[in-house]
């Protein structure tokens, strides 16, 4: 049973009875206390979907769920749908949109390394490779020289992500782009 400081993003864990996927973790440490850290964690019912938003001590124990990571790749989008085949068994998964609406910011039918996560055979979120390669679809026209200077501008990927890019960097290039803190890495 870990503490709840040990607890990490895309985990499931048992709490009064249900099973929970944590989607975001923050930490605060109180002022005047001598005490720990504080751990506020938004969780969603595996089951219902329900949204709980809960503070822990870092000393306060959870119990893991059973969660099984299977990869994956995007298909296609049904609506408010979106369909996962595994590249294993194809087995196809589908997600709600509001389940992995930041996600698809990074996922295109090329993106590789994509992970469903499962638990209890249900999927509930997905989880993406550290980088991802995408596509510039506008950006201002690139300048020659400009590699030269650590000036950037914004470029809007195919996906509708914004990440400010080297000057040199034109429509049409493939980029590396660092999930967590959606950055310009490279090119591709």
Do not use: C, W
Not at 76 to 86: I, N, P, Q, S
Not at 149 to 176: F, M, N, Y
Not at 178 to 186: A, G, P, Q
């Amino acid at each position: 049973m870990p503490k709840a400081s040990e607890i990490k993003k895309n985990q499931a864990v048992e709490y009064e009875g249900r099973v929970y996927f944590v989607k975001d973790i923050e930490r605060s440490v109180p002022q005047g206390r001598a005490g720990g850290s504080l751990y506020r964690m938004r969780m969603y019912d595996v089951v219902t979907n329900q949204k709980l938003d809960e503070t822990f001590k870092d000393s306060d124990m959870l119990n893991l769920a059973d969660l099984v990571r299977r990869e994956a790749t995007f298909s296609y989008a049904d609506g408010d749908e979106y369909v996962f085949m595994d590249t294993e068994d194809f087995t196809q998964y589908m997600l709600n949109r509001s389940a992995i609406e930041d996600e698809l910011l990074f996922i295109t039918e090329d993106t590789q390394g994509v992970m469903v996560i499962l638990v209890s055979e249900n999927p509930v979120a997905i989880d993406l490779p550290p980088t991802v390669e995408l596509t510039i679809e506008e950006t201002d026209p690139s300048i020659k020289g400009g590699s030269a200077t650590a000036r950037t501008k914004p470029a809007r990927l195919t996906t509708g992500l914004v990440v400010q890019v080297p000057e040199h960097i034109s429509t049409g290039d493939r980029i590396r782009v660092n999930v967590e803190e959606r950055k310009f890495l490279s090119r591709a």
